[in-house]
């Protein structure tokens, strides 16, 4: 690296954010992960003022009813509370530059979809608003794909599935470019949800969400049981209605998942159908690689090797690798320039998802 380069990167850091469902995450190429929090806000419910952002306002969820408010601002893959995801990037932005030189950051994103074209571009000044010197969007798989260490630029097909809190995302791309993409709002959301229905309907047991969650994290997984001992949990004991105890089989919690997976490998399996047989026949060596929180469910690369014929990995740290893809893809004049030519494409793709992509290059 030149000396200006170095001194660049110093002054002007760049910066890779993913705005996730459950997580926001932020990557500097030269300092590493510096933030990553949950992407939860808690407001006062009186005057809707800010009490808490990231990890002090997940624990009070469910602990202060009716007083405080606690949101998650991006739900099932969409912005559902537009106020709180403004507030969720502007104090993630700022605590990860808090220590940091922050003359115009370079910054990189990666959003869910919004509601309305004003909310979009709204959002996108929020990231600006840190970052003007670039701001780019790109989607969650690419930069899932790069995060994840693949050779995106080659000729030879390479696969990721990224399963987030609220959605997963699945792309074949090839010559840094997407070749087959979809995506599915089914994620860890949607299995905490089941663990609880599960819960409720056989046991009649109720546990919170955050409960439903841990449970999942600890007993999770998919395909053949790993033969783990029972989780115990409280909640509530619905014949009795009061508080209690109970050790779940990790059993109850892998037939509760088992729905959602199975739509994950349907959806896996749609991509594979929709990519050309060159390259379908290069997955067969090049794999498919695991993002996401979903990745670290205990047998589900086995699950998804045997169920799609195609040899399938986790990324090391999966939590972190879109954060990190979108932080390489802006130090990467390369990539940057590889990635221009498909500028339309990923237009398109972001307007079928009703966000513009924007480009500011000011080099
Ligand atoms: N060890 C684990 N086993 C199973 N699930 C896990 C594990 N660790 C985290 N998760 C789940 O992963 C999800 C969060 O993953 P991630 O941070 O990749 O999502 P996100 O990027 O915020 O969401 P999205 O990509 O949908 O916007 C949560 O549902 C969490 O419960
Ligand atoms: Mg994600």
Known sequence: MSVLSSLRSTLSPDIGIDLGTANTVIYDREAGIIASEPSVVAFQHSDRSVVAVGNAAKVLDGRAPGRIDVVRPLKGGTISDFVGAHTLITTMIDRALATRPRIAPRIIACVPGCATDIECKAIEEAVRAAG???????????????????????????????????????????????????????????????????????????????????????????GRPPGREPYSVSGIDMNLMRPGRRAIDERLVGEAMHDAIDAI?????????????????????????????????????????VRTNVPTTVADEP??????????????????????????????????????MTESFSR
């Open 132 to 222: 003007p010197r670039t701001t780019i969007f790109v989607p969650q798989a690419v930069a899932a794909a790069i995060g994840a260490g693949l050779d995106v630029t080659s000729t030879r097909g390479r696969m990721v599935i990224d399963i987030g809190g609220g959605t997963t995302e699945i792309a074949v791309l090839a010559l840094s470019g997407i070749v087959a993409m979809h995506s599915i709002k089914i994620g860890g959301d949607t299995f905490d949800a089941a663990v609880g229905a599960k819960l409720r309907n056989d046991e009649r047991f109720s546990v919170g969400v955050l409960t439903a969650e841990r449970l999942k994290i600890e007993r999770g997984y998919a």
């Open 265 to 305: 490998v349907r959806a896996a399996w749609s991509i594979l159908e929709a990519t050309p047989p060159d390259l379908a026949a290069d997955l067969m060596e090049t794999g498919i690689t695991l993002t996401g929180g979903g990745a670290l469910i205990p047998g589900l690369a086995g699950e998804i090797s």
């Open 319 to 356: 939590l972190l690798a879109v954060a990190r893809g979108a932080g390489e893809i802006l130090a990467s004049p390369s990539l940057l320039e590889h990635m221009r030519p498909h500028a339309d494409r990923l237009t398109r793709w972001y307007q079928s998802l009703r966000i513009g």
